[in-house]
């Protein structure tokens, strides 16, 4: 074990070396804290460094408020043109179902104008089905006529005339039907 005398010792050299540690410490941070301007050095120099970095300053903080202005404008700015694109769509949308309508129903005016005009003369295939018509029956009497036995008597061949005619009369409606 260390006597009272050796502890105290130890204690005693510990002392000064702490007390020069503290004292630099405390000059080192006295001394960074002062700006000292020699004679040598040039005031104008540091004011134009010292406004150097106030303007570096400044426009660092300027550049940032422009630039979350900025941000903030394009957003609004894209709300406004989303906005304006949504109510340009519905616009639209209504004018074309608009024209779109109008069209439909100046078309539908105009066929409906055709259809009024519309004259169909079928004079000419009546005329032509007449005579088909004719032609067959000429030909069914001609063909009955030669299967019929020759009679002396007048009467009877106009009795069948007057039989072909009726025939005649029902045979257009019901070609012109089928």
Known sequence: MESRYEKFKKKKTSR??????????????????????FADLDIDSTILSWFDRQGTKSIETIETAISSEKEIQLQRLREALQT???????????FTEAEKAARVKS???YADQLIANLQVDNTEEKQQIASQLDAIL???KNEMNS?????????????EEEEVDSSSEEA???EINK
């Open 172 to 174: 257009p409606s019901t």
């Open 107 to 109: 078309l539908q005016d």
């Open 138 to 140: 000429t030909a069914a």
């Open 16 to 37: 000064p070396i702490r007390v020069l540690v503290a004292a630099l410490f405390l000059t080192f941070a006295i001394g960074g804290s002062f700006s000292i301007a």
């Open 84 to 94: 304006e694109m949504t109510n340009a769509e519905q616009q639209l949308n209504t």
């Open 147 to 159: 299967l019929q036995p020759t009679q002396s008597t007048e009467p009877p061949a106009e009795e």
